[in-house]
C-alpha cells in the first residue's frame, strides 16, 4: 500500500507540514492577485481552518489545490462584497422626494417583505440570486465564482424566483 493511505490530513504532523510548505507560497500567490488591501493573510487562515474542517475528505495529494482554490474563492467573495460597499457608498441619498407619505410607508413594507424573503432563502439559492440581481453578474460568471455548472446556477436562480414570489404576492 502507498504512503498515502497511511496517512490523513486530521494528523496535526502532516496538516503543521503542510502548513509550512504552503502558507507563504499561498500568501504570495493572493499578494500578487488582489494586493494587500483584501489582507490575503487572513484569506490564508481561512482556507487552512477549512481545510482542517474538510481534511478527511481531501486526500493529502489534492491538499495544495485545495487551499488555493478556497482562498482565491475567499478573495473573490472578500472583492464583490467590496465592489456592493462601495457602490453603496458612492449613491447619494434622496434629500427630498415628491412621493407621498403613504407610498413610502408602502415602499418600506414591501422592502421589508423583500429582505425577509431573501432571508428565507435557502444559502445556495440566496447567494445565486444576489451575484445575479444585486451584482449584475451572468449565470457563467456565476457559475465559474462558485464553481459550479451553470445549470446549477440557473436552477437556484430560478428557485429562489419562484420561493419569493410565492412569499411575496406583490411580485
Known amino acids: 500500500m502507498s504512503k498515502q493511505l497511511h496517512e490523513h490530513i486530521c494528523e496535526e504532523r502532516l ?9 507563504k507560497n499561498l500568501h504570495d500567490f493572493l499578494f500578487y492577485k488582489f494586493g494587500s488591501y483584501l489582507n490575503p ?17 481531501v486526500t493529502p495529494d489534492k491538499a495544495k489545490s485545495f487551499l488555493f482554490t478556497t482562498a482565491n474563492n475567499l478573495m473573490l467573495n472578500e472583492y464583490a462584497h467590496h465592489k456592493v460597499v462601495l457602490r453603496h457608498q458612492q449613491s447619494t441619498p434622496k434629500s427630498h422626494t415628491n412621493e407621498s407619505p403613504e407610498f413610502i410607508m408602502q415602499e418600506k413594507e414591501y422592502q421589508k417583505k423583500l429582505e425577509t424573503a431573501i432571508a428565507n432563502l435557502s444559502k445556495a439559492q440566496r447567494v445565486a440570486f444576489l451575484l445575479n440581481r444585486v451584482e449584475g453578474k451572468r449565470f457563467k460568471e456565476i457559475a465559474e465564482l462558485l464553481d459550479i455548472s451553470t445549470k446549477a446556477v440557473e436552477k437556484r436562480i430560478y428557485g429562489a424566483l419562484k420561493k419569493l ?3 411575496i404576492d406583490e411580485l
Do not use: G, P, T, Y
Open 15 to 23: 496538516f503543521s507540514s503542510l502548513f509550512e510548505k504552503h502558507s
Open 41 to 57: 493573510r487572513d484569506k490564508v487562515q481561512e482556507a487552512f481552518i477549512k481545510l482542517w474542517e474538510n481534511c478527511a475528505n
Open 165 to 167: 414570489r410565492e412569499d
